[in-house]
């Protein structure tokens, strides 16, 4: 068999053949054409990639131009690969047939980082296998924001402060700059409290309330804008002492005792255990437990005093309230001395001096039989009539002072009698006989009630004269002549009882009767007789019944009475 080798043919092309025989006598026949191709090979490495556009925070477009021979078969893949952090990745098998053609292909990468630098090679794909490499592409793609930073990491120094630490996050592409920390009570707060932080990842917030919740979170920033917002993170700050006591006051006082009220301060954490009271600057008395009140004692009277109060706890105690200005009221009144203004048989009338204190009442009792007392006046004034008495008898009285301070001490019991009743007015002052020189008055007697005797006082006086009534007569009887008048005078008369008192030696005089009213005439006069001349005018004393022959009359005296309405009764009945 006959063989041949053709030599120079181009891989993956197609050729034909034919055979003829030649010798000395010619050529032959040829054979039928026999097709061949030639084996494919792996083609050339592409064109060095290059940006067909900016470069974008997380994408690019870059572009190649095909290879310069494909191998002898068409080129079916572009493999893109990219090349970060010293190790190669395929990013990408990109057929032929869906790339953008034109003098040049062009494929758009996605998902990259922001300002991070990356290379980029084309590796070509025929039926044959895979070219080389193409020369790299660098490429750094734009900046971005920065990575939300870590969540801030809190540690609380003080009941008013917290010390905040984060973690530097990724720039993306750009240089960090600054931070901005936000803080507040609550993560929702739409206004929470945001200052700056540059060249430090730590800050120190200030200004916390003790034994509060808070949370706080952390920004960055670059040339290109602000971050997320990193997770909120929560922390509570350290208790502290009690706040300071807003209200404080004096509820009471006395002369030597007040009371102190207020209010609970903010426990900061930490419940209030006691409160202290200071007392012109020295601490007087501690309450303990939830008691918001205390009451001061043995104070000086109508003393200032500067009062404030402070809380304590298990951490110390707290500032003192503001100061409150009292002034301890004055002691209680002394009794003032009671003594007797006027007094008659029913009624004793008592007065005191008036006290110097503003406010000032005073109340008056008198004792009873079963050695009691009863108020009988309560007021202002400085006397006071006490009625509805029993004649000539003692009662014993006493008499305090209430002013702001409280009511003072009553005085020494005081006893005081009342007067003994007058003799009655008497009766039925007359004239029984009358001349022209004399007047005979007659009047009705009087009962002794009350004890000791009774007397009488006659007065006259001419009527139509200056005069003043004189005493013309005094003694038990009950008539008296007035002789020895003016012819054709008017003469004007009144007599009234007299008894003597029976503790005393004064004497009680009852009112007097009305006057009457008598004009003597001229007058003849006849002989006397011989016993008229021998017997001297007197003055007949009138029978003075006793207490029991009246009471003994008018008894009688209704007996008849009844007995008479009793028979007219009967009669009417029958008829």
């Known amino acids: 068999m006959c063989s041949c080798e053709i030599k120079g043919l181009s891989p993956g092309t197609s050729c034909k053949i034919r055979v003829c025989a030649v010798s000395a006598g010619g050529m032959g026949l040829w054979t039928d054409i026999l097709t061949l191709n030639t084996r494919a090979v792996c083609p050339d490495p592409t064109g060095r990639p290059r940006i067909k556009s900016k470069p974008k925070q997380e994408s690019v477009m870059i572009a190649w131009d095909p290879p310069k021979y494909n191998g002898g078969a068409v080129i079916k893949f572009y493999n893109v690969m990219r090349k970060h952090k010293d190790q190669w990745a395929l990013v990408a098998v990109v057929q032929d047939s869906i790339i953008e053609k034109g003098t040049s292909y062009s494929y758009t990468v996605n998902r990259l980082c922001p300002g991070t630098s990356y290379q980029f090679s084309i590796v070509c794909q025929n039926i044959a296998g895979k070219s080389a490499n193409s020369e790299t ?72 309330s003790p034994a509060t919740t808070y949370g706080c979170s952390v920004q960055a920033v670059n040339g290109v804008g602000g971050s997320n917002w990193s997770t909120w993170s929560s922390f509570t700050t350290l208790p502290s002492s009690p706040g300071v006591i807003q209200h404080c006051k004096v509820l009471s006082k006395s002369c030597s005792t007040m009371v102190v009220y207020w209010t609970s301060p903010h426990s900061n954490g930490s419940p209030v255990t006691a409160y202290h009271i200071e007392l012109n600057g020295a601490r007087v008395a501690t309450v303990t437990g939830s008691l918001t009140e205390a009451t001061l004692t043995d104070l000086t009277p109508h003393t200032d005093y500067r009062i404030r109060v402070q809380a304590g706890n298990k951490v110390g105690v707290g500032p003192f309230s503001s100061t409150v200005l009292v002034t301890t009221l004055p002691l209680p009144p002394a009794p003032p001395i009671l003594q007797l203004q006027s007094a008659n048989q029913n009624s004793l009338k008592l007065s005191w001096p008036r006290k110097q204190d503003k406010g000032c009442t005073y109340m008056l009792e008198m004792q009873l039989t079963t050695g009691k007392y009863k108020v009988v006046y309560e007021g202002t004034s400085q006397s006071h009539r006490i009625t509805r008495l029993l004649p000539n008898s003692t009662y014993t009285f006493r008499l305090c002072c209430t002013n702001e301070s409280g009511r003072g001490d009553w005085s020494n019991a005081t006893s005081f009698t009342t007067m003994e009743p007058p003799p009655s007015v008497p009766k039925a002052l007359t004239v029984n006989k009358a001349t022209s020189s004399s007047l005979t008055f007659n009047w009705e007697g009087v009962m002794a009630t009350g004890g000791g005797q009774i007397s009488y006082e006659l007065q006259s006086r001419l009527v139509n004269t200056e005069r003043d009534f004189t005493q013309v007569y005094k003694g038990p009887l009950l008539s008296y002549t007035l002789s020895s008048l003016p012819a054709d005078s008017c003469i004007e008369a009144r007599v009234r009882a007299v008894r003597q008192a029976a503790q005393k030696a004064d004497q009680l005089f009852s009112q007097f009767t009305e006057v009457k009213h008598k004009t003597l005439e001229l007058v003849s006069q006849p002989p006397a007789s011989e016993d008229e001349i021998s017997e001297p005018e007197t003055v007949k004393s009138r029978f003075v019944l006793t207490e029991k022959q009246i009471a003994f009359m008018l008894f009688a005296l209704t007996v008849i009475l009844t007995l008479l309405t009793a028979v007219g009764i009967g009669y009417l009945t029958v008829t």
């Open 137 to 208: 592409l660098d490429v750094v793609t734009a900046a971005s924001i920065p990575d939300a930073p870590p969540s801030p990491f809190i540690i609380c120094s003080s009941p008013t402060s917290a010390n905040v630490k984060w973690e530097q996050p990724v720039g993306n592409g750009d240089k960090i700059i600054s931070y901005n920390l936000k803080w507040s009570e609550d993560e929702d707060d739409v206004n929470p409290q945001t200052v700056p932080v540059t060249n430090s990842r730590c800050y120190v917030v200030k200004n916390l």
